[in-house]
């Protein structure tokens, strides 16, 4: 059974960042397109980032384009999530998964908050 181990996350001011780290217990790691996902109170989950099985290539919103960048180690079974110029609207539950449907059984996520 795949598990999934989010941290890094914490209390930042707007304009701040943080890195987030996720830890993968898949043997076939390096096979899949991975991705972070964040959920706000009362909202559904959403996409900020993907990374292709290589690391070769990323895509993300436009909500996060430019100030999000995920990056993965194959070697380690480790996915990262830097977060820079953090603004009150990135607060949010973030989890890691595999990019595509369906995914493998939810981690508990690392709670991001942003304060003014």
């Known amino acids: 059974q795949v598990q999934l181990v989010e941290s890094g996350g914490g209390l930042v001011q707007v304009g701040g960042s943080l890195r987030l780290s996720c830890a993968a217990s898949?043997?076939?790691?390096?096979?899949?397109?991975m991705a972070w996902f964040r959920q706000a109170p009362g909202k559904e989950r959403e996409f900020v980032a993907g990374?292709?099985?290589?690391?070769?290539?990323?895509d993300y919103p436009d909500s996060v384009k430019g100030r999000f960048t995920i990056s993965r180690d194959n070697a380690k079974k480790m996915v990262y999530l830097q977060m820079n110029s953090l603004k009150l609207e990135d607060t949010a539950v973030y989890y890691c998964?595999?990019?595509?449907?369906?995914?493998?059984?939810w981690g508990q996520g690392t709670q991001v908050t942003v304060s003014s």
């Open positions: 990374i292709s099985a290589s690391g070769g290539s990323t």
């Open positions: 998964n595999k990019r595509a449907e369906p995914q493998w059984t």
């Open positions: 898949v043997r076939t790691f390096g096979s899949w397109s």
